[in-house]
């Protein structure tokens, strides 16, 4: 008997009900804290739907075999954390290249390295972005509460089928831990859509077509199909043959970067608060955008103009809305759980001259509202 | 299934191959080819994977689906595809440096594992794509570019390997004896599980020449010595064996493949087992 998945739960196993009412019918991973939930979730629940879980050697053969089931037609994930997360950069870029969907959760915790299993940061924003090597582009969503968790794994498989694409899931361990109530509900008819099959005959079809305009993205069926086609990591012409031409690799790369940018607006998502008269603006996401909540609602409490621009899209990066808030505003605030990277994409959009202020924290601990709330007394006098 | 040619198994238009005149390669693709045509297998429903270095352009040649991964993760890809789609058949590509040096915990987990795949090892015994360095199986004193002084390390037995790691079908043939090669890949495509089958080679270019094997022949004729089979080896003192490659089976039993065991073990806990 499928037993109804109870609505007060936790952040990890909340992506895990989400992969699963996405269809997602394979999970391959490696244990490791603050993440396991994920996969034991999927342990359990992947049978009673008729999908398989598979515990591989280690994070670049889990990465590999949901790259593979991908091929065969599955929609396919799996979840670590930070020091797993860097031996799957080697397959994700394969995912990259070869251009096949699938979904990694990265629930973040205090690196470099072995850093502190148990507690939360927001370190990986950037190896999200160029953790593999070479150029091309990613999609990255950043969930701040329990019901996040849940939809934004839904939206991922979408996001990665309709843009043939890996997608990642940024959370870190304070969300993925968290338990709040969840609303289980079942997929929008277009995230619960099979990958479109190729219309055209057989012999005619080209897996690595290109629109240039990057309006249609070539589908992908699955091995077993009618179609017969090589897949490749390495550099390809249109039919996955060898293409290593300076024309053709130049058409490859600009594409792999071109299928994420054109089609921003369909990607980007952003969530605002307060922010229609506010004067001072916080940029936040994940678990500090919970903190930043709170202190602008505390700000406004006390009479200050703030607002909140959570970006629940990190990659591509929300330039419009960002560039937008930022030339409304008198300064702005970032928090996050590390040195300073989503500030310094901030900076790169401050074409206004205000002051950008980082609010970084990389002891383990969450920021304090209060913390947030002090920055955006400081600016102001 | 009935028997076809194996030419139908091969992307003609890709021909040639990139591979050095006298390589080892072109007749271990040919008995894999053979193997598909001699089982008819459908071409849409066949998976060639492949890893990196010169054999890992193997699919490349092959008419079926192909999947030409990273250096050496072409088990785990594999494993992903044949557990999300029984249907196929997959066939693993990988060189020595591939499958079973920077591959080698993948080789052994899946050999345990026992997913339903057939590798495919060809065995040069050194890297030859990037310039003849040593592999996992490079012999002692052997000289390659990064063991000018003669190796010093010993190398993996690579059906021992797979043997003790549980695979549960593993043989070693030749690529002296390409007929006998199609044999033992048809064989380990028909086993059900983890099938492992090593085809002893030659890199005439790199690891022959700097060995004092100037030429393909000599190369060839080189591996032919230093083979004997299972049942002539059984003859053999370990003095007489040292340096020879030992050609036949290691291992061949039935162990119900991964896919067949957790699709049993789902549909009972699902309550839809022989007890419902
Ligand atoms: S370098 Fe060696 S293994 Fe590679 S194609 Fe040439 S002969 Fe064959």
């Known amino acids: 008997m499928t037993k109804l998945p109870p609505l007060f739960t936790s952040g990890n196993e909340a992506i895990a009900e989400g992969a699963i009412a996405a269809g997602a019918s394979f999970y391959a991973g490696y244990p490791i804290t603050p993440s396991s939930e994920i996969a034991e979730t999927a342990a359990r629940r992947l049978p009673e739907t008729g999908g398989m879980y598979v515990q591989m050697e280690d994070e670049l053969s889990s990465m590999a075999a949901i790259v593979g089931a991908s091929v065969s037609g599955a929609r396919a994930f799996t979840a670590t954390s930070g020091p797993g997360f860097s031996l799957m950069q080697e397959n994700l870029g394969m995912a990259v290249m070869g251009e096949i969907p699938c979904v990694v959760v990265n629930v973040q915790r205090s690196g470099p390295s072995t850093g502190m299993a148990t507690k939360p940061a927001q370190g990986d924003v950037m190896q999200a972005r160029w953790g593999t090597h070479g150029d091309h582009g990613i999609i990255t969503l950043a969930p701040s509460s329990v019901q996040d968790c849940y939809d934004f794994t839904i939206r991922a498989f979408s996001l990665a089928d309709r843009f043939r694409t890996p997608v990642i899931l940024l959370a870190d361990a304070a969300v993925a831990k968290l338990k709040e109530n969840v609303r289980f509900r079942p997929p929008e008819p277009e995230e619960a859509a099979q990958r479109p099959l190729p219309d055209c005959p057989p012999e005619e079809y080209r897996p690595f077509a290109v629109d240039p305009e990057e309006k249609v993205i070539t589908p992908l069926p699955p091995f077993g199909s009618d179609y017969i086609f090589r897949i490749t990591g390495s550099m390809h012409d249109e039919t996955g043959g060898q293409g290593a031409s300076p024309a053709n690799a130049d058409r490859v790369i600009r594409h792999l970067a071109g299928k994420i940018e054109k089609n921003r607006d369909a990607i980007v998502r952003v969530r605002r608060f307060f922010l229609d008269d506010a004067e001072w603006a916080v940029i936040a996401f994940g678990c500090s955008a919970r903190s930043a909540r709170a202190a602008v609602r505390e700000a406004r409490r006390q009479g200050i103009p703030a607002g909140l621009l959570e970006l629940t899209t990190l990659w591509p990066f929300p330039d419009d809305e960002v560039r937008d808030v930022l030339s409304r505003v008198r300064g702005a605030a970032v928090p996050e759980l590390n040195l300073g990277q989503a500030a310094g994409e901030v900076r790169r959009l401050n074409d206004f001259g205000i002051p950008v202020r980082g609010i970084s924290r990389v002891d383990g601990t969450l920021i304090p509202p209060g913390d947030i709330l002090s920055a955006i007394k400081e600016a102001r006098s | ?276």
């Open chain 2, 1 to 276: 299934m009935t028997a076809r040619n194996y030419r139908e198994y091969l992307a003609e238009n890709r021909l040639p191959t990139i591979w050095c005149p006298g390589c080892g390669n072109g007749i271990v693709l040919k008995a894999v080819a053979g193997a598909f045509a001699d089982l008819g297998l459908d071409r849409r429903k066949t998976a060639a994977v492949s890893g990196i270095g010169c054999w890992g352009w193997a699919d490349d040649y092959l008419a079926v689906n192909a999947f030409h991964g990273t250096h050496g993760r072409a088990l785990a890809f594999a494993t992903g595809i044949k557990l999300a789609n029984p249907e196929l058949t997959v066939v693993v590509l990988m060189g020595d440096g591939d499958g079973a040096t920077i591959g080698g915990n993948h080789l052994i987990h899946a050999a345990r594992r026992n997913v339903d795949l057939t590798a495919v090892v060809v065995n040069n015994y050194n890297y030859g794509m990037t310039g003849g360095q040593y592999s996992g199986t490079t012999p002692r004193g052997s000289i390659t570019s990064t063991s000018p002084l003669g190796h010093v390390e010993d190398p993996f037995d690579l059906c021992a390997l797979a043997a003790a790691a549980g695979a549960s079908f593993v043989a070693r043939g030749s690529v002296c004896g390409g007929e006998n090669l199609r044999d033992l890949i048809r064989r380990g495509l028909e086993h059900r599980g983890f099938s492992f089958v090593e085809a002893a080679s030659v890199c005439p270019t790199h690891f022959g020449r700097k060995n004092g094997r100037r030429t393909p022949a000599e190369a060839f004729r080189w591996l032919r010595d230093h083979s004997v089979s299972r049942e002539r080896a059984a003859g053999l003192s370990e003095e007489e064996l040292r340096g020879k490659q030992i050609l036949g089976f290691f291992a061949d039993r039935q162990s119900e493949d991964y896919g067949t065991r957790y699709r049993k073990a789902a549909e009972h806990f699902r309550g839809e087992g022989e007890s419902s």
